[in-house]
Nanobody
Framework: VQLQASGGGSVQVGGSLRLSCAAS????????VDWFRQAPGKQRELVAT???????NYPFAMKGRFTVSRDNAKNTAYLQMNSLKPEDTAVYYC????????????WGQGTQVTVSS
């Protein structure tokens, strides 16, 4: 299984970006997909999760400005980010877990998001 994140870039405060996470090597519809981010000097943190049924979940701090979605026909998950702030600057990663009795983490390569004022 491979994940490829894309769509990052530089935006000004208040702008929007949509990140994509393309999956290959497995049936995408069976994957739970998470988005994480890691800012310089900080721990990686969860941004959003979407399960196989399209149910979404966000940590409290991420609710309101981020929307995760998926298109199983395109084997792709998305993270729509609105009203971006400088503190959203980070490398964004998509993630999933595969396996049955033993689970393995699969990470995309990360895409840089920079928000400037």
């Amino acid at each position: 299984v491979q994940l490829q994140a894309s769509g990052g870039g530089s935006v000004q405060v208040g702008g929007s970006l949509r990140l994509s996470c393309a999956a290959s090597g497995t049936s995408f519809s069976t994957l739970v997909v998470d988005w994480f981010r890691q800012a310089p000097g900080k721990q990686r943190e969860l941004v959003a999760t979407i399960n196989t049924g399209g149910i979404t979940n966000y940590p409290f701090a991420m609710k309101g400005r981020f929307t995760v979605s998926r298109d199983n026909a395109k084997n792709t998950a998305y993270l729509q980010m609105n009203s971006l702030k400088p503190e959203d600057t980070a490398v964004y990663y998509c993630h999933t877990r595969i396996g049955s009795r033993t689970w393995y983490d699969v990470w995309g390569q990360g895409t840089q998001v920079t928000v400037s004022s």
